[in-house]
């Protein structure tokens, strides 16, 4: 499972890396976009901000980890990084 934290300009850098779809995160689904809130959450680890990222993260954890490459991570389609 690979989280990506990124926003803007530099989520294209990753939709673009030429290796990413070689990786077995990418392969099998199991890639995560953290978008700017999560991101935030994460940046400011406070005890606001930790449990928002924990109760957004999780479910995007569960999809990321079933199993079922067919399983689609809502935020990795959102975000634009599935094929």
Do not use: C, Y
């Not at 940046?43 to 067919?70: C, K, M, V, Y």
């Amino acid at each position: 499972m690979l989280i990506w934290v990124v926003s803007g300009d530099a989520l294209e850098g990753v939709i673009g890396m030429p290796l990413r779809k070689s990786m077995t995160s990418h392969i099998e689904g199991r890639e995560i976009l953290a978008d700017e809130m999560l991101s935030a959450a994460f940046s400011h680890t406070s005890l606001l901000s930790l449990p928002h990222a924990l109760n957004e993260l999780l479910p995007l954890i569960e999809l990321a980890a079933d199993g079922d490459p067919a399983t689609v991570v809502t935020s990795s389609q959102v975000g634009g990084l599935l094929d």
